[in-house]
């Protein structure tokens, strides 16, 4: 068959990499709705978000109608070192499941951070350094984020302060211990630090944190600090723009080979990856020009898409971060302890919020053992060691290409392998004990969460 003149690994050249990312927002008729100040319940000015954020970055924040922004060479070369990534048809896989479908993924596992998070953090280290900051502040919650983060800024020489949910902080000192090599300083939150943290440790002592709470701490930080601005590894729209690299280079190295996807799966937690691998295929189909079906992929314990609601709501607990209209938990949701499986935000990303709603993009949710048990599967038959998150989507792929074997179609399925596991060993450890269980939330936590979701007429 012709399809086996495919490689194992599409890769492409240097000079086949984008030059410039794509902001799928350009293409939607219905935009999604604008961030909200969370004092006068107005849409945020620029000048507001650049107390918080870098001022590059709040361009790209708020430009709806702008479709490419390039890519400035700085970057570029960055990526060099670690880009493309590679599009790997899963022979092996397809092989395994004695499925007619052909399975892709997107690998992006194969730099030190371990994930995609290294695309937007060498891009909004870049913009922080090219504004003259001395440093910026973030929060992390499995760990990506703050590696990747802590990367870039040691790449352009600047100082990154590390907010780490505690229960990681505590779970995974060795991703702790790669940040500090690269020279950034990591405090578990809720922490005494700032204000905001001795406010929620009040309220709920003993608590293990979430991302909600270290976003405040981090947010609070870049404020009081001289010289330091915020910054976000997902949720934000110009972290989807950042993570359209993911999706261009898929298009290219498929178009390359003429292959055209049926379907593209990606796990969402704040939604970046999976826009940026949706993104130019999104675009192609709300422009008419071809059509795909996009699944998105969550965890049943933190079902966001599934069972929130698609309204305004804080993107932080502390609610000093502006208001996103977005399907969303309430900003109090804190996901069962018991849950492993990464994904753990109360909100998702805006753009993929409204396209879910317009019916575009459909959303699953999965139990964390059926994830384990598909990433330790992966692990064995494809030999890369998948993160809990990406999992998601391996889980989903899998279910799609079971689908194709009763059915016989030979559809094209395309998923995002966002990271490996390596600092995951701990939950991996709970599932081979046996000790994972599947903690579906109760329609009155839910509610009970949603009940503090502030009202906007
Ligand atoms: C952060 C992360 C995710 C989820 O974040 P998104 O913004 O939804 O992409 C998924 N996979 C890995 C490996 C991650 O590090």
Redesign the pocket.
Known sequence: MASKEIPYKIYLEESQMPKAWYNLRADMKNKPAPLLDSETKKPITAEKLQNVFCKELVKQELDENTAYFEIPEAIRNFYKMYRPSPLVRAYCLEEKLKTPAKIYYKFEGNNTSG???LNSAIAQAYYAKEQGLVGVTTETG?G??GTALSMACSYFGLDCKVYMVKCSYEQKPFRREVMRTYGASVTPSPSTETAVGRKILEKHPGTTGSLGCAISEAVEAATVKEGYRYVL???LNQ?MLHQSVIGLETKAALDMYGVKPDMIIG????????GGLIAPFMGEKLRGEADYEFIAVEPVSCPTLTRGKYVYDYCDTGMVCPLAKMYTLGSDYIPAASHAG??RYHGMNSTLSQLCYDGLMEARSVSQTEVFEAAEFFARVEGILP?P??SHAIKVAIDEANKCKETGEEKVIVFGL??TGYFDMYAYEKFHDGKMDNYIPTDEEIEKALSNIPVIE
């Not at 796990?267 to 999976?274: F, I, M, Q």
């Open positions: 994930s995609h998070k499995a990506q984020w590894g997902s949720v972290v796990c969402a937690g704040g939604g970046s990856n999976l990464g994904l993160a998150e990406s966002t990271g």
